[in-house]
């Protein structure tokens, strides 16, 4: 999903679980139609997981739960909204991006993800909501970010916070209330608050510095052919636009000098917003997700120009359950990647050929697994290329799918 963006749920009881590669305070808080709490009973949290329908629990891979069965939500309230914040102590979510995932609580199925855009200051954020609209229930994705905490939050939506008291006001100066009164920081990112949603109230000069900028270092296809480095990226973006397109991902390599031929096996693992595998293509199972990533087949030598292994990517046919992508190489054989030469990776339009981004292997080590580089999809439903080249000790791309899960 992308901001502001909603789908209706198909399922009575949902699930959102809220992840991150940091640990999180999840909450859910039952809104009236005015955008208030009717009382503290509705809002749900680790010290009071539960409410009218609503409960929280830790997520089975990591991260909080909050769970509404919608059957069970009392007619007065509108909407639940799931909110995050850090556990640490003047942390904030800048190079964090927490994932909300929506799922049948019943079996399992995923419903929706959305994870926010690039955050800054923040250290809270409303994630998604869930609401009432013509007697049918939708989820909408939200990514509305408050620089004073889950206490910014719940004193916005009308929970009473116990904080220590500030020095009251001298009674000879009584500026307007909203001077005075403690406000959430302004919305972050390019869009306002969701339609229904109470406003936060802010001075009329935000404290909080404006939505960062693209992230330093970051290049997109506009120029042409982009050669990366060790952990740089590039955004598939050309004239503005995301490339949804079918790419091809060459692998290639060279036997070192002097060494014998070698046999190494390109694959791409398939991942969830979760980090969970969801399949893995590669010599033996040539074609996954229906045709939407397909391999080449299998080069026992690595003799020969061009690329030795190929994989292509519909991108446009992924399931939205597909957020990220690891392509890697494995000696099944055994030999190491120092009696490697010349391995490398480029990403290619599979309609015209034209070479879009390349990552040479600039060293090696006497490993048997390489990570070689990462697609992940974006928020705004863009995908991002990286260059990774770690190296693993691994045969098969069975013993990469827990490394590269923790590479995304």
């Known amino acids: 999903m992308t901001p502001g963006s909603n789908l209706p749920l198909s399922a009575v009881r949902v699930a959102v679980d809220v992840t991150a590669p940091v640990r999180l305070d999840v909450s859910g808080l039952l809104l009236a139609a005015d955008g208030k709490v009717r009382s503290d009973d509705d809002f749900v949290f680790y010290n009071q997981p539960a409410g009218p329908g609503v409960t929280h629990s830790a997520a089975a891979g990591g991260g909080d739960t909050i769970t509404v069965d919608t059957a069970a939500v009392p007619d007065g309230i509108e909407k639940i909204v799931v909110t995050a914040s850090l556990d640490t102590p003047g942390a904030t979510f800048a190079g964090t991006e927490?994932?909300?995932?929506?799922?049948?609580?019943?079996?399992?199925?995923?419903?929706?993800?959305?994870?926010?855009?690039?955050?800054?200051?923040?250290?809270?954020?409303?994630?998604?909501?869930?609401?009432?609209?013509?007697?049918?229930?939708?989820?909408?994705?939200?990514?509305?970010?408050?620089?004073?905490?889950?206490?910014?939050?719940?004193?916005?939506?009308?929970?009473?916070?116990?904080?220590?008291?500030?020095?009251?006001?001298?009674?000879?100066?009584?500026?307007?209330?909203?001077?005075?009164?403690?406000a959430p920081a302004a919305p972050t990112g390019q869009w306002g608050p969701p339609t229904g949603a109470p406003a936060p109230v802010a001075p009329p000069a935000p404290a909080a510095p404006a939505a960062p900028a693209a992230a330093p270092g970051k290049i997109n296809l506009d120029k042409g052919r982009v050669s990366l480095q060790k952990n740089q990226t590039v955004s598939l973006v050309k004239g503005g636009r995301p490339l949804l397109s079918s790419v091809r991902m060459g692998l290639g390599w060279e036997p070192a000098f002097r060494s014998k031929s070698i046999d190494l096996d390109a694959s791409v693992i398939a991942y969830g917003p979760d980090r969970k595998k969801v399949d893995n293509c590669f010599f033996g199972k040539l074609m996954i997700l229906g045709g939407a990533i397909q391999h080449s087949g299998d080069n026992l030598t690595g003799e020969g120009a061009g690329d030795d292994e190929a994989i292509t990517v519909h991108l446009g046919g992924l399931p939205p359950e597909v957020t990220g992508l690891v392509f890697v190489v494995n000696s099944f054989s055994g030999q190491k990647f120092s009696d490697v030469a010349k391995a490398y990776c480029r990403l290619v339009d599979a309609q015209s050929g034209e070479e879009l981004v390349r990552f040479d292997l600039t060293h090696s080590e006497p490993r048997t697994g390489v990570m070689m580089a990462k697609l992940i999809r974006q928020f705004s439903g863009e995908w991002e290329m990286t260059a990774m080249g770690e190296y693993v000790d691994a045969r098969t791309v069975r013993g990469m799918v827990k490394p590269a899960g923790q590479a995304l």
């Open 98 to 182: 927490p994932t909300g995932t929506v799922r049948n609580a019943d079996d399992g199925s995923v419903l929706a993800s959305f994870t926010p855009p690039q955050l800054g200051t923040e250290t809270a954020l409303v994630v998604v909501e869930i609401y009432r609209r013509a007697g049918a229930w939708k989820v909408r994705a939200v990514g509305q970010g408050y620089a004073d905490g889950l206490a910014g939050i719940a004193t916005d939506f009308g929970v009473s916070v116990e904080e220590p008291a500030t020095p009251a006001a001298a009674p000879q100066a009584p500026p307007a209330p909203p001077a005075a009164a403690p």
